[in-house]
Protein backbone atom coordinates (compact mmCIF):
# COMPACT_ATOMS: atom_id res chain seq x y z
CA UNK A 1 0.00 0.00 0.00
CA UNK A 2 2.87 2.69 0.84
CA UNK A 3 4.27 2.43 -2.81
CA UNK A 4 0.45 2.69 -4.27
CA UNK A 5 0.28 5.97 -1.88
CA UNK A 6 3.45 7.17 -3.17
CA UNK A 7 2.11 6.70 -6.28
CA UNK A 8 -1.02 9.03 -5.96
CA UNK A 9 0.71 11.44 -3.40
CA UNK A 10 3.71 12.41 -5.34
CA UNK A 11 1.72 14.16 -8.55
CA UNK A 12 -1.09 15.18 -6.00
CA UNK A 13 1.29 17.32 -3.99
CA UNK A 14 3.46 18.19 -6.64
CA UNK A 15 0.56 19.60 -8.83
CA UNK A 16 -1.48 21.29 -6.18
CA UNK A 17 1.60 23.21 -5.16
CA UNK A 18 2.61 24.26 -9.06
CA UNK A 19 -1.04 25.39 -9.41
CA UNK A 20 -0.67 27.78 -5.81
CA UNK A 21 2.28 28.73 -7.62
CA UNK A 22 1.04 30.25 -10.94
CA UNK A 23 -1.38 31.60 -9.41
CA UNK A 24 0.72 34.59 -8.00
CA UNK A 25 2.51 35.12 -11.50
CA UNK A 26 -0.88 34.59 -14.07
CA UNK A 27 -3.65 36.09 -14.94
CA UNK A 28 -6.81 36.15 -12.23
CA UNK A 29 -9.10 35.06 -15.05
CA UNK A 30 -6.79 31.50 -15.38
CA UNK A 31 -8.25 29.38 -13.32
CA UNK A 32 -11.82 30.03 -14.40
CA UNK A 33 -10.37 29.00 -17.91
CA UNK A 34 -8.62 26.08 -16.67
CA UNK A 35 -12.07 25.19 -15.10
CA UNK A 36 -14.35 26.09 -17.95
CA UNK A 37 -11.70 23.86 -20.32
CA UNK A 38 -11.43 20.90 -18.07
CA UNK A 39 -15.43 20.46 -17.77
CA UNK A 40 -15.70 21.27 -21.21
CA UNK A 41 -12.74 19.34 -22.76
CA UNK A 42 -10.74 17.56 -20.41
CA UNK A 43 -12.77 15.56 -17.78
CA UNK A 44 -15.12 14.72 -21.10
CA UNK A 45 -11.93 13.46 -22.86
CA UNK A 46 -10.91 11.47 -19.88
CA UNK A 47 -14.36 9.81 -19.61
CA UNK A 48 -14.02 8.91 -23.36
CA UNK A 49 -11.12 7.31 -23.58
CA UNK A 50 -11.84 5.34 -19.70
CA UNK A 51 -15.36 4.72 -21.14
CA UNK A 52 -14.01 2.95 -24.15
CA UNK A 53 -11.44 0.63 -22.31
CA UNK A 54 -14.07 -0.14 -19.15
CA UNK A 55 -16.03 -3.35 -18.07
CA UNK A 56 -19.62 -1.78 -17.13
CA UNK A 57 -21.34 -5.21 -17.12
CA UNK A 58 -21.53 -5.01 -13.23
CA UNK A 59 -21.33 -1.08 -12.59
CA UNK A 60 -24.11 0.10 -14.37
CA UNK A 61 -26.24 -0.71 -12.28
CA UNK A 62 -24.36 -1.14 -8.91
CA UNK A 63 -22.72 2.47 -9.82
CA UNK A 64 -25.77 4.83 -9.45
CA UNK A 65 -27.54 2.67 -6.79
CA UNK A 66 -24.70 3.10 -4.35
CA UNK A 67 -24.66 6.81 -5.54
CA UNK A 68 -28.49 7.43 -4.86
CA UNK A 69 -28.16 5.43 -1.58
CA UNK A 70 -25.30 7.31 -0.20
CA UNK A 71 -27.05 10.48 -1.47
CA UNK A 72 -29.92 9.67 0.72
CA UNK A 73 -28.45 8.99 4.33
CA UNK A 74 -25.90 11.89 3.74
CA UNK A 75 -28.92 14.30 3.31
CA UNK A 76 -30.31 12.55 6.20
CA UNK A 77 -27.43 12.99 8.43
CA UNK A 78 -26.34 16.22 7.21
CA UNK A 79 -30.02 17.77 8.49
CA UNK A 80 -29.98 15.60 11.74
CA UNK A 81 -26.24 16.99 12.40
CA UNK A 82 -27.38 20.50 11.43
CA UNK A 83 -30.24 20.46 13.83
CA UNK A 84 -28.22 18.54 16.85
CA UNK A 85 -25.38 21.53 16.48
CA UNK A 86 -28.23 24.82 16.33
CA UNK A 87 -30.53 23.12 19.20
CA UNK A 88 -28.56 24.97 21.46
CA UNK A 89 -28.67 28.11 19.97
CA UNK A 90 -31.87 27.78 18.84
CA UNK A 91 -33.53 27.22 22.32
CA UNK A 92 -31.87 30.87 23.08
CA UNK A 93 -34.09 32.22 20.72
CA UNK A 94 -37.15 30.30 21.55
CA UNK A 95 -40.21 32.47 22.93
CA UNK A 96 -40.39 30.13 26.34
CA UNK A 97 -36.74 31.79 26.67
CA UNK A 98 -36.49 33.73 30.46
CA UNK A 99 -37.26 36.92 30.89
CA UNK A 100 -34.52 38.91 29.59
CA UNK A 101 -33.28 37.53 27.11
CA UNK A 102 -31.50 39.18 24.55
CA UNK A 103 -31.57 38.17 20.55
CA UNK A 104 -29.38 40.58 19.17
CA UNK A 105 -26.71 39.23 21.67
CA UNK A 106 -27.89 35.50 20.78
CA UNK A 107 -27.81 36.56 16.81
CA UNK A 108 -24.75 38.15 16.85
CA UNK A 109 -23.08 35.09 18.94
CA UNK A 110 -24.09 32.09 16.56
CA UNK A 111 -23.05 34.14 13.13
CA UNK A 112 -19.39 33.75 11.96
CA UNK A 113 -17.64 37.17 11.58
CA UNK A 114 -17.40 36.36 7.31
CA UNK A 115 -21.56 35.54 7.27
CA UNK A 116 -22.85 36.46 4.16
CA UNK A 117 -24.59 39.53 6.33
CA UNK A 118 -22.66 42.44 6.17
CA UNK A 119 -21.59 44.63 9.58
CA UNK A 120 -24.15 47.28 7.91
CA UNK A 121 -26.90 44.62 7.78
CA UNK A 122 -26.50 43.40 11.29
CA UNK A 123 -26.74 47.24 12.55
CA UNK A 124 -29.96 47.72 10.87
CA UNK A 125 -31.47 44.52 12.39
CA UNK A 126 -30.42 43.43 15.60
CA UNK A 127 -29.72 47.16 17.07
CA UNK A 128 -32.95 48.91 18.94
CA UNK A 129 -34.74 51.20 16.36
CA UNK A 130 -35.79 54.67 16.88
CA UNK A 131 -39.80 54.41 17.00
CA UNK A 132 -40.23 50.63 17.63
CA UNK A 133 -41.45 48.70 20.66
CA UNK A 134 -38.85 46.16 22.43
CA UNK A 135 -40.84 43.30 20.91
CA UNK A 136 -40.65 44.62 17.62
CA UNK A 137 -36.86 44.84 17.96
CA UNK A 138 -37.17 41.19 19.19
CA UNK A 139 -38.83 40.49 16.30
CA UNK A 140 -36.78 41.70 13.49
CA UNK A 141 -33.63 39.80 15.29
CA UNK A 142 -35.41 36.85 15.65
CA UNK A 143 -36.09 37.23 11.88
CA UNK A 144 -32.62 38.29 10.46
CA UNK A 145 -30.92 34.81 12.90
CA UNK A 146 -33.07 32.58 10.96
CA UNK A 147 -33.17 34.58 7.54
CA UNK A 148 -28.73 33.37 7.81
CA UNK A 149 -29.05 29.99 10.00
CA UNK A 150 -31.48 28.84 6.95
CA UNK A 151 -28.88 30.19 4.60
CA UNK A 152 -25.69 28.12 6.55
CA UNK A 153 -27.80 25.36 6.67
CA UNK A 154 -28.36 25.14 3.02
CA UNK A 155 -24.35 25.41 2.75
CA UNK A 156 -23.90 22.81 5.54
CA UNK A 157 -26.06 19.99 3.97
CA UNK A 158 -24.40 20.59 0.37
CA UNK A 159 -21.06 20.75 1.85
CA UNK A 160 -21.63 17.21 3.06
CA UNK A 161 -23.16 15.81 -0.41
CA UNK A 162 -21.73 17.53 -3.38
CA UNK A 163 -18.62 15.63 -3.98
CA UNK A 164 -15.41 16.36 -6.34
CA UNK A 165 -15.92 12.79 -8.29
CA UNK A 166 -14.48 14.50 -11.66
CA UNK A 167 -11.92 16.46 -10.94
CA UNK A 168 -9.92 15.39 -8.02
CA UNK A 169 -11.91 11.50 -8.34
CA UNK A 170 -10.75 10.88 -11.80
CA UNK A 171 -7.29 12.62 -10.76
CA UNK A 172 -6.48 10.00 -8.28
CA UNK A 173 -8.01 6.53 -9.24
CA UNK A 174 -6.13 6.00 -12.37
CA UNK A 175 -3.37 6.06 -10.03
CA UNK A 176 -4.87 3.41 -7.55
CA UNK A 177 -6.97 1.37 -9.61
CA UNK A 178 -6.30 -0.67 -13.14
CA UNK A 179 -7.72 1.01 -15.66
CA UNK A 180 -9.88 -2.15 -16.58
CA UNK A 181 -11.67 -1.48 -13.58
CA UNK A 182 -12.62 2.24 -14.06
CA UNK A 183 -15.71 1.56 -15.39
CA UNK A 184 -17.54 1.75 -11.53
CA UNK A 185 -15.89 4.85 -11.52
CA UNK A 186 -17.16 7.06 -14.72
CA UNK A 187 -20.57 5.05 -14.16
CA UNK A 188 -20.64 6.97 -10.68
CA UNK A 189 -19.27 10.21 -11.83
CA UNK A 190 -22.04 10.93 -14.84
CA UNK A 191 -24.64 9.83 -12.03
CA UNK A 192 -23.37 12.40 -10.13
CA UNK A 193 -23.19 14.87 -12.57
CA UNK A 194 -26.72 14.62 -13.46
CA UNK A 195 -28.56 13.67 -10.17
CA UNK A 196 -26.63 15.47 -7.55
CA UNK A 197 -24.84 18.41 -8.87
CA UNK A 198 -27.20 19.74 -11.55
CA UNK A 199 -29.87 17.92 -9.65
CA UNK A 200 -30.59 17.54 -6.10
CA UNK A 201 -27.91 20.36 -5.04
CA UNK A 202 -29.61 22.97 -7.34
CA UNK A 203 -32.81 21.60 -5.25
CA UNK A 204 -31.27 22.48 -2.08
CA UNK A 205 -29.27 25.42 -2.72
CA UNK A 206 -32.36 26.87 -4.02
CA UNK A 207 -34.87 26.15 -0.84
CA UNK A 208 -32.67 26.76 1.28
CA UNK A 209 -31.35 30.23 -0.83
CA UNK A 210 -32.84 33.67 -1.49
CA UNK A 211 -34.81 32.66 -4.41
CA UNK A 212 -36.47 30.12 -2.24
CA UNK A 213 -39.18 29.78 -5.26
CA UNK A 214 -37.17 28.21 -7.62
CA UNK A 215 -37.06 24.43 -7.98
CA UNK A 216 -35.98 21.90 -10.88
CA UNK A 217 -37.69 23.54 -14.19
CA UNK A 218 -36.50 23.71 -17.78
CA UNK A 219 -33.50 25.01 -17.20
CA UNK A 220 -31.69 22.46 -14.72
CA UNK A 221 -33.12 20.17 -16.77
CA UNK A 222 -31.55 21.98 -19.95
CA UNK A 223 -28.28 21.71 -17.87
CA UNK A 224 -28.05 18.04 -17.08
CA UNK A 225 -28.79 17.17 -20.37
CA UNK A 226 -26.04 19.08 -21.43
CA UNK A 227 -23.52 17.63 -19.04
CA UNK A 228 -20.34 16.83 -21.48
CA UNK A 229 -19.10 13.64 -19.23
CA UNK A 230 -22.30 12.47 -19.95
CA UNK A 231 -22.52 12.41 -23.86
CA UNK A 232 -18.47 11.36 -23.36
CA UNK A 233 -19.48 8.26 -21.46
CA UNK A 234 -21.83 7.48 -23.98
CA UNK A 235 -19.74 8.15 -27.31
CA UNK A 236 -17.02 6.42 -25.24
CA UNK A 237 -19.05 2.76 -24.81
CA UNK A 238 -20.46 2.67 -28.83
CA UNK A 239 -16.80 3.27 -29.90
CA UNK A 240 -15.52 0.17 -27.63
CA UNK A 241 -15.85 -2.27 -30.60
CA UNK A 242 -13.55 0.48 -32.62
CA UNK A 243 -10.16 -0.06 -32.81
CA UNK A 244 -8.27 3.09 -33.67
CA UNK A 245 -4.87 3.52 -35.01
CA UNK A 246 -2.41 2.82 -32.88
CA UNK A 247 -1.12 5.84 -32.88
CA UNK A 248 -4.46 7.26 -31.94
CA UNK A 249 -5.35 5.02 -29.02
CA UNK A 250 -1.28 6.34 -27.75
CA UNK A 251 -2.31 9.93 -27.60
CA UNK A 252 -5.47 9.34 -25.95
CA UNK A 253 -4.03 7.71 -23.17
CA UNK A 254 -1.53 9.96 -22.86
CA UNK A 255 -4.31 12.94 -22.59
CA UNK A 256 -5.51 11.10 -19.46
CA UNK A 257 -2.53 12.28 -17.45
CA UNK A 258 -2.56 15.68 -18.87
CA UNK A 259 -6.13 16.37 -18.07
CA UNK A 260 -4.85 14.45 -14.32
CA UNK A 261 -2.02 17.22 -14.27
CA UNK A 262 -4.28 20.37 -15.29
CA UNK A 263 -7.00 19.04 -12.94
CA UNK A 264 -4.47 18.88 -9.79
CA UNK A 265 -2.93 22.99 -10.98
CA UNK A 266 -6.55 23.61 -10.67
CA UNK A 267 -7.39 22.39 -7.12
CA UNK A 268 -4.24 24.16 -6.20
CA UNK A 269 -5.32 27.62 -7.92
CA UNK A 270 -8.87 26.89 -6.16
CA UNK A 271 -7.52 25.94 -2.78
CA UNK A 272 -4.95 28.97 -2.44
CA UNK A 273 -8.21 31.36 -3.26
CA UNK A 274 -10.38 30.16 -0.65
CA UNK A 275 -10.69 32.19 2.33
CA UNK A 276 -13.17 32.00 5.18
CA UNK A 277 -10.85 30.81 8.40
CA UNK A 278 -13.58 31.75 10.89
CA UNK A 279 -16.02 29.26 9.45
CA UNK A 280 -13.21 26.17 9.68
CA UNK A 281 -14.82 25.17 12.91
CA UNK A 282 -18.40 24.56 11.68
CA UNK A 283 -16.96 22.89 8.47
CA UNK A 284 -15.46 20.20 10.55
CA UNK A 285 -18.99 18.11 10.30
CA UNK A 286 -19.81 18.54 7.00
CA UNK A 287 -16.14 17.48 6.05
CA UNK A 288 -16.31 14.40 8.00
CA UNK A 289 -19.31 13.22 7.12
CA UNK A 290 -18.31 13.76 3.68
CA UNK A 291 -14.89 12.05 3.67
CA UNK A 292 -15.31 9.63 6.34
CA UNK A 293 -19.06 8.88 7.11
CA UNK A 294 -19.81 8.08 3.81
CA UNK A 295 -17.33 5.79 2.76
CA UNK A 296 -17.03 3.46 5.56
CA UNK A 297 -21.31 3.16 5.20
CA UNK A 298 -20.95 2.67 1.60
CA UNK A 299 -17.72 0.46 2.05
CA UNK A 300 -19.54 -1.79 5.03
CA UNK A 301 -22.86 -2.03 3.04
CA UNK A 302 -21.20 -2.92 -0.13
CA UNK A 303 -19.16 -5.93 1.76
CA UNK A 304 -22.67 -6.63 3.36
CA UNK A 305 -24.38 -7.59 -0.08
CA UNK A 306 -21.46 -9.31 -1.54
CA UNK A 307 -19.46 -6.81 -3.84
CA UNK A 308 -15.84 -6.95 -2.96
CA UNK A 309 -12.60 -6.18 -4.73
CA UNK A 310 -11.73 -3.36 -6.78
CA UNK A 311 -15.68 -2.33 -7.40
CA UNK A 312 -16.06 -2.16 -3.84
CA UNK A 313 -12.91 0.38 -3.48
CA UNK A 314 -13.68 2.01 -6.74
CA UNK A 315 -17.32 2.94 -5.00
CA UNK A 316 -15.75 3.81 -1.77
CA UNK A 317 -13.14 6.38 -3.14
CA UNK A 318 -15.57 8.02 -5.08
CA UNK A 319 -18.12 7.87 -2.18
CA UNK A 320 -15.38 9.83 0.08
CA UNK A 321 -14.15 12.20 -2.47
CA UNK A 322 -13.93 15.66 -1.22
CA UNK A 323 -16.75 18.65 -1.10
CA UNK A 324 -16.84 19.95 -5.09
CA UNK A 325 -15.87 23.21 -6.04
CA UNK A 326 -19.10 23.23 -7.79
CA UNK A 327 -20.60 24.13 -4.31
CA UNK A 328 -19.03 27.38 -4.55
CA UNK A 329 -21.08 28.08 -7.91
CA UNK A 330 -24.26 26.83 -6.13
CA UNK A 331 -23.71 29.29 -2.93
CA UNK A 332 -23.09 32.60 -5.30
CA UNK A 333 -25.99 31.76 -7.54
CA UNK A 334 -28.56 30.99 -4.26
CA UNK A 335 -27.00 33.32 -1.93
CA UNK A 336 -26.26 30.76 0.93
CA UNK A 337 -23.48 30.64 3.01
CA UNK A 338 -20.09 30.93 1.23
CA UNK A 339 -17.36 30.71 3.69
CA UNK A 340 -18.68 28.09 5.25
CA UNK A 341 -18.61 26.11 1.82
CA UNK A 342 -15.12 27.36 0.74
CA UNK A 343 -13.87 26.16 4.27
CA UNK A 344 -15.39 22.50 3.56
CA UNK A 345 -13.81 22.58 0.36
CA UNK A 346 -10.44 22.95 2.53
CA UNK A 347 -11.12 21.04 4.97
CA UNK A 348 -12.41 17.90 3.20
CA UNK A 349 -9.76 18.21 0.47
CA UNK A 350 -6.54 17.96 2.88
CA UNK A 351 -8.86 15.10 5.18
CA UNK A 352 -8.35 13.27 2.11
CA UNK A 353 -4.64 12.34 2.86
CA UNK A 354 -5.59 10.91 5.86
CA UNK A 355 -8.60 8.80 4.77
CA UNK A 356 -6.61 7.63 1.88
CA UNK A 357 -4.56 5.44 3.40
CA UNK A 358 -7.83 3.99 5.58
CA UNK A 359 -9.92 3.30 2.65
CA UNK A 360 -7.17 1.38 1.00
CA UNK A 361 -6.06 -0.46 3.91
CA UNK A 362 -9.57 -1.59 4.80
CA UNK A 363 -11.45 -2.02 1.29
CA UNK A 364 -8.16 -2.64 -1.24
CA UNK A 365 -8.08 -5.64 -2.96
Not at 43 to 70: K, M, N, Q, T, Y
Not at 109 to 130: D, K, Q, T
Not at 194 to 202: D, E, K, N, P, Q
Not at 245 to 274: H, K, Y
Request: charged share 10%; net charge negative; glycine share 10%.
Amino acid sequence: MGETLLQAYTPLLFWVTVGAVLLRITPDRLPRLLGRTLFWVGVPLEVFVLARHGDFSSALAIAPVSLVVVVTINIILGGLAWNLMQRTTESGMSPHSPPGTQPHKVFRESVPSESILSESILGESVYPLAGTSASEQDTSACDVWHSASRRRQGSFILAGLLGNTGFVGFALLPLLVPEEHLGAAICYQVSNNVLVTSGIGVLIASHFGRSSGVGLGWQQVRDILGVPSLWAFALGVSTQAIAFPESIEAGLDASIWVVIAAALILMGMRLSQIQGWDSLKESITPSLLKILVMPAIAGLGLTAIGITGYLRLVLVLMAGMPTAFAGLILVEEYDIDAPLMASSILVSTVGLLATLPLWLGLFGS
